[in-house]
């Protein structure tokens, strides 16, 4: 439980913030507000964000998901904002590590995920 809640607390304090600002800049603006990207807020997020998947990329060469070896909370907690940003050109930053890369269509993949999808279309 301890490591589980130590990956919650790095999804919620590092990997949140930068990757729902992404979210709501390269998605939500432009699709659904007319609104200009800020070139600056993506780069500033992209940066803290590669820092984030850097420390997730040495985690996942150690076990499959974040907290070991069977998929918990902490990598479901990603979902929401994964899903958003792999439909923009931040997927780049997911794509360019390849454990971060296999693991996000590992948990991108789940049954019950892709159920919540389709109720999204």
Same mark, same amino acid.
């Given at each position: ?20 600002? /992404? &979210?709501?800049?390269? #998605?939500?603006?432009? *699709?659904? @507000?007319?609104?200009? %990207?800020?070139? +600056?807020?993506?780069? !500033? ?27 918990? /909370? &902490?990598?479901?907690? #990603?979902?929401?904002? *994964?899903? @958003?940003?792999?439909? %923009?050109?931040? +997927?780049?930053?997911? !794509? ?26």
């Amino acid at each position: 439980m301890a490591i589980i809640g130590l990956w919650l607390e790095v999804e919620a304090q590092q990997y949140e913030q930068p990757a729902a600002k /992404l &979210a709501r800049e390269l #998605h939500f603006k432009p *699709l659904f @507000f007319g609104i200009p %990207t800020d070139p +600056k807020v993506v780069e !500033e997020n992209e940066a803290k964000l590669s820092v984030v998947l850097g420390i997730y990329e040495k985690r996942l060469s150690e076990s499959k998901y974040l907290a070991g070896d069977v998929f918990t /909370l &902490a990598d479901l907690h #990603h979902l929401p904002t *994964l899903h @958003f940003l792999m439909m %923009t050109p931040a +997927k780049k930053l997911f !794509e360019s590590l390849p454990r971060v890369s296999a693991w996000v269509a590992d948990i991108s993949a789940r049954p019950a995920w892709l159920k919540v999808i389709a109720m999204l279309n």
